[in-house]
């Protein structure tokens, strides 16, 4: 029998992949937004929390891992792209390969960096949401979304900070970023959360599910258990 796949899936899953190719080619400028700073990935990266929650919450942490890893996969393949077109001679009358180099052209660590926190990050979000929503029988989704988030975006930012800025930005402005990007990440989740709420709900409606993940393995790499 074959296996389909819903249109609400679907689509949920290439916005998914849209959003973390984004906000890979952002998080290497640093904005100030009055005191505070941060990375430029701060206005896409959370959207993809929301639709993490989203996918475990409707479809349940099997649909999320094999998401995630689809969205790990196409980052990794537009970073490539990227690269190679950098790469590329440029044509005797193109003036902007510098520009575009700089936009484009993240370095190995920060690709690196950004790649390791987020699949820590978006793993850890999943299975926090698919155990919570076991635990309360479905209860509370406000409250499972908002813990997710918190543990997966501050595992994100402690994974990514580190790695991608020790040495290059000061330390007490490194420990000031991972505390600020978690923190905001979650903010925005909390201020969307009433967008999500009608989102998951109308998403159940339409496409008929609401997984409970019970007696499955939460081994990331069982890509095939779908």
Same mark, same amino acid.
């Given at each position: 029998?074959?296996?389909?796949?819903?249109?609400?899936?679907?689509?949920?899953? &290439?916005? /998914?992949? #849209?959003?973390?190719? =984004?906000?890979? +080619?952002?998080? %290497? @400028?640093?904005?100030?937004?009055?005191?505070?700073?941060?990375?430029?990935?701060?206005?896409?990266?959370?959207?993809?929390?929301?639709?993490?929650?989203?996918?475990?919450?409707?479809?349940?942490?099997?649909?999320?891992?094999?998401?995630?890893?689809?969205?790990?996969?196409?980052?990794?393949?537009?970073?490539?792209?990227?690269?190679?077109?950098?790469?590329?001679?440029?044509?005797?009358?193109?003036?902007?390969?510098?520009?575009?180099?700089?936009?484009?052209?993240?370095?190995?660590?920060?690709?690196?960096?950004?790649? &390791?926190? /987020?699949? #820590?990050?978006?793993? =850890?979000?999943? +299975?926090?949401? %698919? @155990?919570?929503?076991?635990?309360?029988?479905?209860?509370?989704?406000?409250?499972?979304?908002?813990?997710?988030?918190?543990?997966?975006?501050?595992?994100?930012?402690?994974?990514?900070?580190?790695?991608?800025?020790?040495?290059?930005?000061?330390?007490?402005?490194?420990?000031?970023?991972?505390?600020?990007?978690?923190?905001?990440?979650?903010?925005?989740?909390?201020?969307?959360?009433?967008?999500?709420?009608?989102?998951?709900?109308?998403?159940?409606?339409?496409?008929?599910?609401?997984?409970?993940?019970?007696?499955?393995?939460?081994?990331?790499?069982?890509?095939?258990?779908?």
């Amino acid at each position: 029998m074959k296996q389909k796949v819903s249109i609400p899936f679907m689509l949920t899953g &290439i916005l /998914f992949c #849209v959003c973390l190719i =984004l906000a890979n +080619f952002l998080e %290497s @400028k640093l904005i100030q937004i009055g005191p505070i700073n941060a990375t430029a990935g701060l206005i896409v990266f959370p959207i993809a929390y929301i639709i993490n929650d989203c996918i475990a919450e409707v479809w349940g942490y099997k649909k999320a891992r094999l998401i995630i890893w689809a969205g790990f996969i196409m980052n990794f393949f537009a970073v490539g792209i990227a690269q190679i077109a950098i790469y590329l001679p440029s044509a005797p009358y193109y003036s902007g390969q510098e520009a575009f180099a700089s936009v484009y052209g993240a370095t190995l660590r920060i690709t690196i960096a950004s790649f &390791i926190a /987020f699949l #820590v990050g978006s793993f =850890l979000n999943a +299975f926090v949401m %698919s @155990k919570m929503k076991v635990a309360s029988n479905g209860k509370g989704f406000g409250y499972r979304a908002i813990l997710s988030t918190l543990i997966g975006e501050s595992a994100d930012s402690l994974i990514f900070f580190p790695i991608a800025f020790f040495g290059i930005v000061p330390v007490k402005e490194l420990l000031i970023l991972v505390v600020t990007q978690a923190a905001l990440k979650t903010l925005y989740e909390i201020v969307i959360l009433p967008v999500t709420y009608r989102v998951v709900a109308f998403v159940k409606k339409v496409d008929g599910s609401d997984a409970y993940d019970t007696d499955i393995s939460y081994n990331v790499l069982k890509i095939q258990d779908i």
